[in-house]
C-alpha cells in the first residue's frame, strides 16, 4: 500500500545547495545513543570539531533514561559533563512500542556501572526549544520522535538534518538495502512524515549515499592511539561489527572495504550538518510517502523543496572524523 502523506501549504525555504554551510555552528544532538556506536562516534567528533558548540543533547527510544545515562557518563570521559542532557520519547507514535536495546554493557563499556537519568516530563522539548531559539542546527541521528512531539510553531523554525532518508538505492556494489532498512524512519514512520513535512529547514542525510563513510580494521590504531575516548569507540565499533557481522557483508558487496568495521551514518550526518566541505548538499522537491509501512521520497515537482545528501568524500570523512576525535582528547594523557 502506498498513500501521500499530506503537505502543508506554508513551509520556511531551505537555504543553500552544493556548498551547503549553517550559518551557526552551534548544533543540538538529538540521538538513540548507546545502540549502534555510531552515534557515539558522531559526539566525539563534534566535541573536536573547531568552533562547535553543542547546545544540547537528547535522547529518543529511551523509555528508562538509558540511553541518556550513557551520553551522561560519555560526556564525563570526555571532560564535557556541561552539557545539558535531557531523556526523550521513549515509544513510537507509530507504534506505540520501544525502538531498539542497549547491547552488552560489559562487552561495550567495561566493568564501570552506569545510572540512568532521570525522566523529566517536558524535559527534552524544554531542551530542543531552547537550542532552535538560539539558532542550532538539529542533528537527528534516532528515530524523530522528540522532533514530532515539538509545536508546529517550533519545528517550522527549526534547521534540521536527518540522518535518514531514502530516495533510490545505493549505487553498484553496495548493499541494496530499500526504505525498510532505513532504520531511523522505519522506527517512526508517523514521525518521520511529520518532520518532512513541517520542519523549517531540512535536509535529508540519505541512507544510501551515506554507505561509503566507513570505520575500517586498518583505521583501529590511528583511533585507539588518540586517546582513552578513541580506545572506547575502537572497542565499541569492533563488538559493533562482530554482532552485526559487517565483514560477512563486506565479502557479498564489492563497494565495501574488506575489512568494514562500521558505517558512520550518524558522524557523517552530524559533519553535514556542521558545513563538512566533503559532502554535496542539493535542492530538490520531494513528498513523503508511506509504501509498505516505510517511509520514503519521492521527487515530485509538486512536492516542498527540501535538501538531499548527494555524494560523499567517504575517504577524506574518515580523515576529519579521526582528526576531531583526536582534537576532542587534547588532554588525554595516555596519548
Same mark, same amino acid.
Not at 314 to 333: L, N, S, Y
Given at each position: 500500500m502506498t498513500r501521500t502523506v499530506g503537505l502543508r501549504e506554508t513551509w520556511r525555504p531551505a537555504v543553500g545547495a552544493c556548498g551547503y554551510a549553517p550559518s551557526m555552528s552551534r548544533v543540538h544532538i538529538d540521538t538513540d545513543f548507546a545502540g549502534d556506536p555510531d552515534d557515539a562516534c558522531a559526539l566525539a567528533m563534534i566535541l573536536g570539531w573547531p568552533g562547535a558548540e553543542i547546545t544540547g543533547i537528547t535522547t529518543t527510544a529511551d523509555p528508562d533514561g538509558m540511553r541518556a545515562g550513557y551520553v551522561r557518563h560519555f560526556l564525563r570521559l570526555a571532560g564535557r559533563p556541561d552539557i545539558p542532557v535531557a531523556v526523550g520519547a521513549g515509544h513510537s507514535l507509530t507504534t506505540g512500542l520501544t525502538m531498539g536495546d542497549v547491547p552488552d554493557h560489559h562487552r561495550y563499556w567495561g566493568d564501570d556501572p552506569v545510572a540512568p537519568e532521570p525522566i523529566v516530563a517536558g524535559a527534552a522539548t524544554m531542551l530542543l526549544e531552547q537550542s532552535i531559539a538560539v539558532g542550532a542546527t538539529i542533528a537527528a541521528i534516532g528515530p524523530y520522535t522528540n522532533l514530532a512531539l515539538l509545536g508546529g510553531h517550533q519545528l517550522a523554525?527549526?534547521?534540521?538534518? #536527518?540522518?535518514? !532518508?531514502?530516495? $533510490?538505492?545505493?549505487?553498484?556494489?553496495?548493499?541494496?538495502?530499500?526504505?525498510?532498512?532505513?532504520? =531511523? #524512519?522505519?522506527?517512526?514512520? &508517523?514521525?518521520?512524515?511529520?518532520?518532512? =513535512?513541517?520542519? !523549517?529547514?531540512?535536509?535529508?542525510? *540519505?541512507?544510501?549515499?551515506?554507505?561509503?563513510?566507513?570505520?575500517? !580494521?586498518?583505521?583501529?590504531?590511528?583511533?585507539?592511539?588518540?586517546?582513552?575516548?578513541?580506545?572506547? *569507540?575502537?572497542? $565499541?565499533?569492533? /563488538?559493533?561489527? &562482530?554482532? $552485526?557481522?559487517?565483514? &560477512? /557483508?563486506?565479502?557479498?558487496?564489492?563497494? *565495501?572495504?574488506?575489512? *568494514?568495521? =562500521?558505517?558512520?551514518?550518524?558522524?557523517?550526518?552530524?559533519?553535514?550538518?556542521?558545513?563538512?566541505?566533503?559532502?554535496?548538499?542539493?535542492?530538490?522537491?520531494?513528498?513523503?510517502?508511506?509504501?509498505n509501512d516505510a517511509f520514503q521520497l519521492v521527487r515530485d515537482r509538486a512536492g516542498r523543496s527540501m535538501q538531499v545528501l548527494t555524494g560523499v568524500d567517504g575517504d577524506a570523512f574518515t580523515d576529519t572524523w579521526i582528526t576531531h576525535v583526536a582534537a576532542a582528547q587534547a588532554g588525554d594523557q595516555r596519548r
Amino acid at each position: 500500500m502506498t498513500r501521500t502523506v499530506g503537505l502543508r501549504e506554508t513551509w520556511r525555504p531551505a537555504v543553500g545547495a552544493c556548498g551547503y554551510a549553517p550559518s551557526m555552528s552551534r548544533v543540538h544532538i538529538d540521538t538513540d545513543f548507546a545502540g549502534d556506536p555510531d552515534d557515539a562516534c558522531a559526539l566525539a567528533m563534534i566535541l573536536g570539531w573547531p568552533g562547535a558548540e553543542i547546545t544540547g543533547i537528547t535522547t529518543t527510544a529511551d523509555p528508562d533514561g538509558m540511553r541518556a545515562g550513557y551520553v551522561r557518563h560519555f560526556l564525563r570521559l570526555a571532560g564535557r559533563p556541561d552539557i545539558p542532557v535531557a531523556v526523550g520519547a521513549g515509544h513510537s507514535l507509530t507504534t506505540g512500542l520501544t525502538m531498539g536495546d542497549v547491547p552488552d554493557h560489559h562487552r561495550y563499556w567495561g566493568d564501570d556501572p552506569v545510572a540512568p537519568e532521570p525522566i523529566v516530563a517536558g524535559a527534552a522539548t524544554m531542551l530542543l526549544e531552547q537550542s532552535i531559539a538560539v539558532g542550532a542546527t538539529i542533528a537527528a541521528i534516532g528515530p524523530y520522535t522528540n522532533l514530532a512531539l515539538l509545536g508546529g510553531h517550533q519545528l517550522a523554525a527549526a534547521t534540521v538534518v #536527518t540522518m535518514g !532518508g531514502w530516495i $533510490q538505492p545505493a549505487a553498484d556494489g553496495l548493499p541494496p538495502w530499500g526504505p525498510e532498512s532505513d532504520w =531511523n #524512519t522505519w522506527c517512526d514512520t &508517523q514521525a518521520a512524515a511529520t518532520v518532512a =513535512n513541517h520542519a !523549517g529547514d531540512l535536509t535529508w542525510s *540519505l541512507l544510501p549515499v551515506t554507505m561509503p563513510a566507513h570505520l575500517r !580494521g586498518i583505521d583501529l590504531p590511528r583511533l585507539r592511539a588518540t586517546g582513552s575516548i578513541g580506545d572506547l *569507540l575502537a572497542r $565499541q565499533s569492533a /563488538a559493533h561489527a &562482530q554482532d $552485526q557481522e559487517h565483514l &560477512q /557483508a563486506a565479502r557479498r558487496y564489492p563497494g *565495501l572495504p574488506d575489512d *568494514l568495521v =562500521n558505517f558512520h551514518w550518524d558522524p557523517l550526518a552530524c559533519a553535514v550538518a556542521l558545513g563538512w566541505s566533503g559532502a554535496t548538499v542539493e535542492p530538490a522537491r520531494l513528498v513523503p510517502v508511506i509504501r509498505n509501512d516505510a517511509f520514503q521520497l519521492v521527487r515530485d515537482r509538486a512536492g516542498r523543496s527540501m535538501q538531499v545528501l548527494t555524494g560523499v568524500d567517504g575517504d577524506a570523512f574518515t580523515d576529519t572524523w579521526i582528526t576531531h576525535v583526536a582534537a576532542a582528547q587534547a588532554g588525554d594523557q595516555r596519548r
